[in-house]
């Protein structure tokens, strides 16, 4: 049976410091993403249950970074909420054209009864969802007024561009101006039980109250945080080991691949973060919604030793110590990658030079006290190891990652060697990163 009834979900990606920014102060950027994660995810499942009970088309509105394609972000949500929805991207414009632009939308498209809501309000649950569209058969108009004097929720049985021009948006007198306009285009209007949204910190208690066991959940000890650029091929190796884990998160940075990399990574249970390219900025992205207590940041192409979360915790008790990393194994049969191992092994725990494909972990305090990892087109990973050797001890668990020596095999050992050692000098001497990443790329 066609439905003609539509509910339209207005979201975003959780994207820290550019989502729920007035809860900041009180959470942090990642925290008030994290918040915007369970808050979207716990509306949706009000949906769920509204459509156990009557047919309903869903459509979520989606506001889109200025810095990612439409598709791209489309996919991002996807990858996140699953693909069971409809996904449209919000229009630019302030919150009334984008409303005025989802109705004009659902009504071109046939529908005869549309409500639009937030994921801000905890209280709106599947019967008021139902109560919504039962009020929209006998009146024009429904909304459901927020107490901070806006609103959660508004049904329409036809378009009324005039409901959303000439309101001050996000002030205390959103509800009063809509039912003013309401009046002067003679609409019949259902008042929906008021609730609270949830968009100060003042306003954190309402949600506490209601799902104190969202709130409350384990913090994990151990976030892994694996930047990736097509490697869909190589994910499952890697991850399957880890996102059963308890007491570990793990989360999966794409640098918007080609291939199926996100799908991979969030079918296999990582939490996944589109981001541009570039290894810095995706890892930086990823500790900004990380939760553990250690951060540990991965090459999608190096698999952790077994027991990892026991020698994270060893090698970071060690008196001293600010940061840890393993020994390496480099997987393949060419002669002298042995050699090449010994040598890295005895770099990095004689001169404590860790690079990044050695599993580089450290407490995520002292990670934001650093500053996170500098946005270098290369390098970025030796920049990081040498300012955090100023200001302690960089310990080496007895234990190797193994990482793939396609590098190795493509270029052969002395090649690889070369460029690497090429790359240090030239970033000592003071050559440009963008300079040395163009040559670096040229050569591989």
């Not at 609730?195 to 384990?218: C, F, G, K, M, Y």
């Not at 001293?320 to 990393?325: H, Q, V």
Request: proline residues 6%; negative net charge.
């Amino acid at each position: 049976m066609e439905t003609r009834d539509q509910l339209i979900l207005f979201t975003r990606y959780p994207l820290p410091g550019r989502t729920k920014t007035r809860l900041i102060p009180a959470l942090g950027a990642a925290g008030a993403a994290a918040l915007q994660r369970q808050m979207t995810e716990h509306t949706l499942n009000q949906v769920r249950s509204l459509l156990a009970q009557r047919i309903v088309s869903v459509e979520i509105w989606f506001a889109a970074e200025e810095s990612a394609s439409t598709e791209a972000a489309r996919q991002q949500m996807q990858d996140w909420l699953g693909s069971d929805w409809s996904y449209q991207a919000q229009p630019t414009g302030d919150l009334g054209l984008r409303m005025a632009d989802a109705f004009q939308h659902a009504f071109a498209a046939g529908m005869q009864q549309v409500v639009i809501i937030g994921t801000d309000c905890p209280g709106l649950d599947a019967s008021r969802l139902a109560q919504a569209f039962a009020a929209l058969t006998s009146h024009d108009l429904v909304v459901g007024p927020a107490t901070d004097g806006g609103y959660y929720l508004i049904g329409l049985r036809q378009a009324v561009p005039a409901l959303f021009v000439d309101i001050d948006w996000g002030t205390a007198t959103v509800f009063s101006q809509t039912m003013a306009i309401a009046e002067r285009c003679h609409l019949s209007v259902a008042v929906l039980d008021p609730l609270t949204d949830i968009d100060r910190p003042d306003d954190l208690s309402v949600w506490q109250t209601l799902h104190p066991a969202i709130v409350n959940r384990e913090r994990p000890f151990l976030s892994i945080i694996i930047p990736a650029l097509n490697e869909a091929h190589v994910l499952p190796e890697i991850l399957l080991p880890l996102v059963q884990q308890p007491a570990v998160e793990v989360i999966v940075v794409d640098g918007t691949s080609q291939d199926s990399t996100a799908t991979v990574a969030a079918a296999l249970g990582a939490t996944v973060l589109v981001s541009p390219p570039g290894r810095a900025q995706q890892m930086n992205a990823g500790a900004a919604i990380a939760q553990g207590e250690v951060l540990l940041f991965l090459h999608a192409d190096t698999c952790l030793p077994d027991g990892v979360v026991d020698w994270v915790q060893k090698t970071l008790a060690q008196p001293g110590t600010i940061a840890g990393a393993f020994e390496l194994q480099i997987a393949g049969t060419l002669k002298g990658l042995c050699w090449i191992e010994r040598g890295v092994n005895w770099r990095s725990r004689y001169w404590q030079l860790p690079y990044g494909d050695q599993g580089l972990f450290l407490r995520a305090t002292t990670f934001r006290e650093q500053g996170g990892f500098p946005e270098l087109p290369i390098m970025e990973d030796y920049a990081f190891v040498q300012q955090l050797k100023s200001r302690g001890r960089i310990a080496i668990a007895p234990v190797p990652v193994v990482t793939s020596g396609r590098r190795w095999q493509k270029l052969g050992i002395l090649k690889t060697t070369l460029i690497n050692q090429l790359m240090i000098v030239g970033y000592w001497l003071g050559v440009s990163p963008h300079r040395l990443v163009r040559w670096y790329r040229g050569q591989l």
